[in-house]
């Protein structure tokens, strides 16, 4: 499952005028959300989404993984869990796929990797 998402707690600090987003990093508005994007706002390059899915240990049997993506889609087809989440900041991506979560996944491994290497970061 892949969700472009929005971290509820800075939907809340905005709700209560605390904070006030700019934009998002997304290459679309989120469903729901006022926000525009940052390519809308001009920078064509300002590209970042925070996905949300599920993970399993690598040699997890093929069967358990679709069994797994099943009921996932299932939940995901309910509109009013559909609108819970849009609510909380986050995008469903209906069409989300076992597959399309792993490339998804390598596709910010490979973005972030050099950015990471650059400024030297490391883990405590």
Known sequence: MIMSTMSGAVLEFHRAGKLRVLAVASPTRLAGLEFPTAVEQ???DLIALQ???????SGTPKAFV???????????????????????GLEPDLDSTPEKFRRALEGDLAHWTPVVNAI?????
Not at 69 to 76: E, G, S
């Open 42 to 44: 001009g920078f064509p």
């Open 51 to 57: 996905l949300a899915g599920l993970l399993a240990p």
């Open 66 to 88: 679709a069994q797994i993506a099943q009921a996932t889609r299932m939940a995901l087809a309910d509109r009013d869990f559909q609108q819970m989440l849009i609510e909380g």
């Open 120 to 124: 030297g970061l490391k883990i405590d």
